[in-house]
């Protein structure tokens, strides 16, 4: 069987970003834990404020291009990251970007949103209980867009197909050529799963490189039987486009919905708290929606004993998300008037 780095290698992929993205210690916070706590900082990539979703373009950029397509069209929650970075790499690379978000609570022209906007994306604005229902709509608008001459090319929510997957694949090679030049055995690595395709790329580059600690998935919006169903599909997927055979290993890995809230996107309580500690010990931002909630799993689990005094190497995939922080605006300024952070500051919205 072919080298999986060589294999990758042969897809096209258009960049979008410089690569490796760091991977650096968190020292004060790994102090406080008694952990030797390590980011791979994918909020770091290059395209508009960054995150994951640049390093899956890359690779539907190209098949976009080698189908003539002139238009993306993907879909998302308000706040997406995954519009954001869309509608950024169509513009860089020539292309228009038509967006299907749903109408939802975080609506507000900020963040995610704004930038959508000042990259002249066509915005289109939908009622739906969820945004991961969205896909008949942006269907119905590639048709549209092809009926009018032009041609579409659709991305499903949050960029993930097999072929976006290889991005991550990437990504995993990266962190493993990362953990040799640092010599790092880790005991885990940490990632948040949506759709679970960060997740299985990582994964299965993690393991054709022989790094067999535990993978733990912290869910952001799907039940554990869910998210193991995806993991199921996209990792046969990744496996058949990649050539493996024999199918390498998947365990062990674990998958976490505990911590997701009452839904996709909820503030929850010790998202906030996940959110302030890594600010308030390392300078550095996490998002209310993907590396909060995983932070929050992280520290749960340290919470419960897992890890903390342990000294064991832990790693925290961070893959971005932060624009969507100046969304929450309200409710982090709640919660930091709750945490006694705001001490006597009087009310300071209107
Ligand atoms: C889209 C996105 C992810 C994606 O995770 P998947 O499991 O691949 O869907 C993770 N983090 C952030 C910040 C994102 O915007």
Same mark, same amino acid.
């Given at each position: 069987?072919?080298?999986?780095?060589?294999?990758?290698?042969?897809?096209?992929?258009?960049?979008?970003?410089?690569?490796?993205?760091?991977?650096?210690?968190?020292?004060?916070?790994?102090?406080?834990?008694?952990?030797?706590?390590?980011?791979?900082?994918?909020?770091?990539?290059?395209?508009?404020?960054?995150?994951?979703?640049?390093?899956?373009?890359?690779?539907?950029?190209?098949?976009?291009?080698?189908?003539?397509?002139?238009?993306?069209?993907?879909?998302?929650?308000?706040?997406?990251?995954?519009?954001?970075?869309?509608?950024?790499?169509?513009?860089?690379?020539?292309?228009?970007?038509?967006?299907?978000?749903?109408?939802?609570?975080?609506?507000?022209?900020?963040?995610?949103?704004?930038?959508?906007?000042?990259?002249?994306?066509?915005?289109?604005?939908?009622?739906?209980?969820?945004?991961?229902?969205?896909?008949?709509?942006? *269907? +119905?608008?590639?048709?549209?867009?092809?009926? %009018?001459? =032009?041609?579409?090319?659709?991305?499903?929510? /949050? #960029?993930?197909?097999?072929?976006?997957?290889?991005?991550?694949?990437?990504?995993?090679?990266?962190?493993?050529?990362?953990?040799?030049?640092?010599?790092?055995?880790?005991?885990?690595?940490?990632?948040?799963?949506?759709?679970?395709?960060?997740?299985?790329?990582?994964?299965?580059?993690?393991?054709?490189?022989?790094?067999?600690?535990?993978?733990?998935?912290?869910?952001?919006?799907?039940?554990?039987?869910?998210?193991?169903?995806?993991?199921?599909?996209?990792?046969?997927?990744?496996?058949?486009?990649?050539?493996?055979?024999?199918?390498?290993?998947?365990?062990?890995?674990?998958?976490?919905?505990?911590?997701?809230?009452?839904?996709?996107?909820?503030?929850?309580?010790?998202? *906030? +708290?996940?959110?302030?500690?890594?600010?308030? %010990?390392? =300078?550095?931002?996490?998002?209310?929606?993907? /590396? #909060?909630?995983?932070?929050?799993?992280?520290?749960?689990?340290?919470?419960?004993?897992?890890?903390?005094?342990?000294?064991?190497?832990?790693?925290?995939?961070?893959?971005?998300?932060?624009?969507?922080?100046?969304?929450?605006?309200?409710?982090?300024?709640?919660?930091?008037?709750?945490?006694?952070?705001?001490?006597?500051?009087?009310?300071?919205?209107?």
């Amino acid at each position: 069987m072919k080298d999986l780095a060589a294999t990758l290698a042969g897809f096209p992929r258009e960049r979008l970003t410089r690569l490796p993205t760091p991977l650096h210690s968190l020292p004060t916070l790994g102090a406080q834990l008694g952990v030797d706590l390590w980011i791979k900082r994918d909020d770091l990539t290059d395209l508009a404020l960054g995150g994951d979703k640049p390093r899956k373009l890359e690779y539907e950029i190209a098949a976009a291009r080698a189908a003539g397509a002139d238009t993306l069209v993907t879909c998302g929650s308000a706040q997406s990251n995954h519009a954001r970075l869309t509608a950024a790499a169509a513009r860089q690379r020539g292309l228009h970007c038509t967006v299907i978000l749903s109408d939802d609570e975080w609506r507000a022209i900020q963040g995610n949103l704004l930038t959508v906007f000042l990259f002249g994306a066509e915005v289109v604005i939908v009622e739906a209980e969820d945004h991961w229902d969205l896909e008949q709509y942006a *269907l +119905d608008r590639c048709a549209e867009i092809d009926a %009018a001459g =032009g041609r579409a090319h659709y991305i499903p929510v /949050s #960029g993930t197909t097999p072929l976006s997957c290889l991005g991550y694949v990437g990504a995993g090679l990266e962190i493993a050529d990362q953990f040799t030049e640092y010599e790092l055995s880790p005991a885990a690595v940490y990632a948040p799963f949506g759709t679970g395709g960060v997740f299985t790329g990582t994964l299965l580059a993690l393991r054709e490189r022989g790094i067999d600690c535990p993978v733990i998935g912290i869910s952001v919006n799907r039940d554990q039987k869910t998210c193991e169903a995806n993991l199921d599909h996209w990792w046969a997927a990744l496996c058949q486009l990649l050539a493996r055979s024999p199918v390498p290993r998947r365990e062990p890995y674990e998958l976490h919905d505990g911590y997701v809230g009452r839904h996709y996107g909820d503030p929850t309580e010790a998202t *906030l +708290d996940a959110i302030l500690t890594m600010g308030e %010990a390392e =300078g550095l931002l996490l998002d209310p929606v993907y /590396s #909060g909630k995983m932070t929050a799993g992280f520290l749960d689990h340290c919470a419960g004993g897992r890890w903390i005094n342990s000294g064991k190497t832990i790693v925290l995939i961070h893959t971005g998300g932060v624009p969507a922080l100046f969304a929450y605006h309200e409710v982090i300024e709640d919660h930091l008037r709750a945490r006694g952070r705001l001490a006597d500051l009087p009310k300071l919205r209107n």
